[in-house]
């Protein structure tokens, strides 16, 4: 199944009222998760929609160059866990 298909199949099963291109504005973002990654540490994005809360998302980095310290939060808007997240590497890494 081609990508663009197997995504049409999840829509029909999971519809969504989020647009895509909000998506699309994470990139850069994302990509600062992957250089966190290939550094040696582990960048983790979850996304849980069994939660009651309004946190549906968790954003996690450790390990590598961070040592013990870790940065792990929950919340609603991605783009600010991300960038929390980004700024907490860059601070922490030795």
Do not use: H, N, W
């Given at each position: 199944?081609?990508?663009?298909?197997?995504?049409?199949e999840?829509?029909?099963?999971c519809p969504?009222?989020?647009d895509h291109a909000a998506w699309k504005e994470?990139?850069?973002?994302?990509d600062g998760l992957e250089k966190i990654g290939r550094s040696g540490s582990h960048a983790?994005?979850?996304?849980?929609g069994d939660r009651t809360?309004?946190?549906?998302?968790?954003?996690?980095v450790s390990g590598g160059r961070l040592g013990e310290t870790f940065f792990?939060?929950?919340?609603t808007h991605l783009p600010l866990l991300l960038r929390e997240?980004?700024?907490?590497?860059v601070t922490h890494a030795n």
């Open positions: 199944m081609d990508d663009e298909t197997l995504l049409q999840l829509d029909r099963r969504s009222t989020r994470l990139a850069p973002l994302l983790l994005v979850k996304v849980d809360d309004a946190g549906v998302y968790t954003v996690a792990r939060k929950d919340g997240a980004i700024a907490f590497y």
